[in-house]
């Protein structure tokens, strides 16, 4: 979940006044900037079938409460996000079950014993994935939101912020302590191993 981000800075079609432009191009404009990010955000989130009608769900309740939208607080992006992501908790209950199931399905799939690199890789590749997905569960629900905003859809901790109407410095110290929370785990998780070997 590491990868670079580039820092955004604010264009001016950033915070766009929704309440006194026409409708229609607007969300045409919004719709090209900003519904493929949603989409691969949401993706990685819930699958692609989802992400699909997500996206498609967020437009709409933006569409209905374009008046709401204040452009000198924050951008649109921390905005369209923050509707996204109030949608997609409405689907956390299947994402726990799903991580909850592939950390159980992982673990039971794994072959006991094996002489050929290639399974043993996988079986490897396996086990983190059904530790990382155990730990995902585990996670408070603004804890896997502030950690999959920022790693997966790429937001600034001020757009998290305002997408989940918390202050920045509250995603800041909670990004920062799930980081540390799953590290520490798989640091754990290795010395296990490594001294059980």
Partial sequence: MTGIIERRVDA???????????????????FDEYARPLRGYL??????HVADDLVAETFLVALRRR???????????????????NLLRNHVRH?????????KV???????????ARVAERVDAATRLRRLAG?????????RDVLLLTSWAGLEPAEVAEALGIPASTVRSRLHRVRHKLQAFLTAK???ENVSE
């Fill in 12 to 30: 001016p079609g950033d915070r766009p006044d929704l309440a006194a432009e026409d409708p229609k191009e607007s969300f045409a404009r919004l």
């Fill in 43 to 48: 993706a990685g989130r819930v699958g692609e």
């Fill in 67 to 85: 008046a709401s939208y204040d452009p000198t607080q924050a951008p649109i992006r921390g905005w369209l996000y923050g509707i996204a992501t």
């Fill in 95 to 103: 994402e726990v079950r799903g991580y909850q199931i592939t950390a």
């Fill in 106 to 116: 992982v673990g039971e799939e794994a072959p006991a014993e094996s002489h050929d």
């Fill in 135 to 143: 730990e995902l569960a585990a996670l408070s629900e603004t804890e």
């Fill in 190 to 192: 290795t010395l296990e």
